[in-house]
């Protein structure tokens, strides 16, 4: 039997590093977009739910779909201190996970609920899939760690007596389905799209991901500037490792098991080296580390690693137990045992409907089926843009101009500007923005009047969230300035495209480096 200790030490560690980036980027941004004067504050979703469950006679019926512990807050209109430090308890809790490699069930529990609190009262800035896919592998990590003890080793001792047992490996099958969905939901979200690109006799959709992807790092333009056949060859594997690799995480045979979750592993790891895509592919990793085990681990990874890992008393009998096949307990009704089973049937009830979604004809992507979203259904890039269109909000003092440009963390503004990488850390404003600009029109984004509104005010929580405020900038460089506020507000659309001579520095005769070409669209507001 294969021991997933050590594997378990790596993959609490790996979803700890998610962790910290999530919560991180709620310490910093989330006053700004759900705060009290933020643009969407999260006290209106709440007062939305309680009228629902009022009007119901039924008050308790405000929880069922809003799980958050901000319905204890005292006063709704003074929710600020109460994100900062729901944040600041999940990056304490985190911090804890990275540092130790190891979790209990009610360290576990309190990430889940935070993560969850979070997800109720985040309209968009919240609505992206890889949200619900933390809180999935989250609760399923619930019935992986001890109900108390913070031994990373929990579960081991050198004799193996009785009463000790392994990681419970039905959780660690169901980790590996988990996976499994994901993949194959997003390989058959793309196949089942109307999207040509994905479909042979075209293939082209690597052509153009690249470029018109939400937030590029230093190396997409690289990417996007490879040979066009090379990008049909990438559609392919990318088919290939979604839609046929995905079934050998399921297999009952190691080798094959080991090369599915490597080939994943790989997989996401292009990726992350090729854009700016959040935690998603961080998060995407850390199911895949349950498809190896503890002998692989050991036998695989390098010296100093190993010792991070395996930094604790037990380590050189674990080790040698390891390799001489010691790690073969007894399988015996444990309560823990029973509850792993329990949970497996919850699970295997609730993804019913997730199978049923994926053989569709018209699958849905990134729902769930249940009110707490403990399961949910997954799919990502289904239709590529072939082109990138961004929106750029500008403001003025007075109705002729001149117009200042507003420049946000990490979305394309100035094109001498070289992009960032910043995963797994998210900005999500400048996502929301980059999807506001593929939907159309700005009553499909309305969050977007009340940041025109908020930036016009100055808002210094809402400004935060940008690279400066123009104003701002402004009178700093000349003190005549000083009294000058804008009193108008705009958004202009313009085509961007990657500049194409990547190593010349002059092309422009402005001696500055450009990454980025743009040709005004016209106006997206007003």
Not at 44 to 56: C, D, F, K, M
Not at 259 to 271: D, E, K, N, P, T
Request: hydrophobic fraction near 45%; charge should be positive; charged fraction near 20%.
């Amino acid at each position: 039997t294969p021991s997933y200790h050590l594997t378990r030490i790596l993959f609490l560690r790996m979803l700890a590093i998610v962790y910290t980036a999530a919560f991180s980027a709620a310490k910093f941004q989330n006053k700004g977009l759900i705060g009290d004067r933020g643009i969407t504050p999260a006290r209106y979703v709440l007062n939305n739910a309680q009228s629902r469950g009022e009007a119901r006679s039924q008050r308790r019926k405000a929880w069922r779909p809003l799980p958050t512990l901000l319905w204890l807050a005292p006063n709704r209109d003074n929710l600020n201190p109460w994100l900062d430090g729901l944040a600041n308890t999940g990056l304490f809790l985190s911090t804890i996970m990275l540092a130790t490699g190891s979790a209990n069930f009610f360290l576990i529990l309190g990430l889940w609920i935070i993560q969850r609190s979070f997800m109720s009262v985040g309209g968009p800035w919240y609505g992206y899939g890889w949200e619900p896919q933390l809180a999935e592998l989250t609760f399923h990590a619930l019935f992986l760690v001890p109900l108390v003890s913070m031994n990373p080793f929990f579960g081991w001792s050198p004799t193996m007596k009785l009463g000790t047992y392994p990681v419970p490996i039905l959780v660690i099958w169901a980790i590996r389905w988990y996976l499994f969905k994901i993949m194959m939901g997003a390989g058959l979200i793309k196949v089942k799209s109307s999207d040509p690109k994905w479909k042979p006799g075209n293939m082209s959709a690597m052509c153009f991901f690249y470029e018109t992807q939400p937030v590029p790092n230093p190396f997409t333009r690289y990417f996007h500037f490879m040979p066009s056949a090379w990008h049909r060859v990438e559609v392919w594997v990318n088919h290939f490792v979604e839609l046929v690799a995905p079934f050998l995480l399921l297999v009952p045979f190691r080798k094959w098991r080991l090369a599915g979750g490597l080939s994943q592993i790989m997989f996401q790891l292009v990726l992350i080296s090729s854009g700016n895509l959040s935690f998603l592919n961080w998060l995407t990793i850390v199911p895949a580390i349950f498809c190896l085990d503890d002998v692989f681990l050991l036998s695989n990874l390098p010296p100093i690693l190993q010792r991070v890992a395996l930094g604790t008393p037990t380590t050189n009998a674990f080790v040698a137990s390891v390799f001489s096949n010691h790690l073969t307990p007894r399988i015996t009704p444990t309560p823990r045992t029973l509850v792993s089973i329990t949970f497996a049937l919850i699970m295997a009830k609730l993804n019913i409907n997730v199978v049923r979604n994926l053989f569709a004809r018209r699958q849905l992507m990134n729902a769930s089926f249940d009110k707490l979203r403990l399961c949910s259904t997954y799919g990502a890039f289904g239709t590529v843009a072939e082109t990138r269109e961004e929106l750029i909000i500008e403001s003025a003092n007075d109705i002729n101009g001149p117009w200042r440009e507003y420049q946000f963390k990490v979305k394309p503004g100035d094109i001498t500007r070289r992009p960032s990488w910043i995963s797994p850390y998210h900005h999500r404003l400048d996502w929301q923005m980059w999807i506001a600009s593929q939907v159309g029109r700005i009553e499909r984004s309305a969050w977007i009047y009340s940041l025109l509104l908020k930036l016009l005010k100055q808002e210094p929580d809402v400004v935060r969230l940008l690279e400066c405020d123009p104003w701002e900038s402004a009178s700093e460089r000349d003190m005549s300035l000083q009294e000058q506020r804008p009193k108008y507000i705009r958004i202009e659309k313009y085509l961007y495209k990657f500049y194409n001579k990547v190593d010349d520095t002059n092309a422009s005769g402005d001696g500055k480096r450009h990454y980025w070409t743009r040709e005004r669209l016209g106006r997206y507001f007003p």
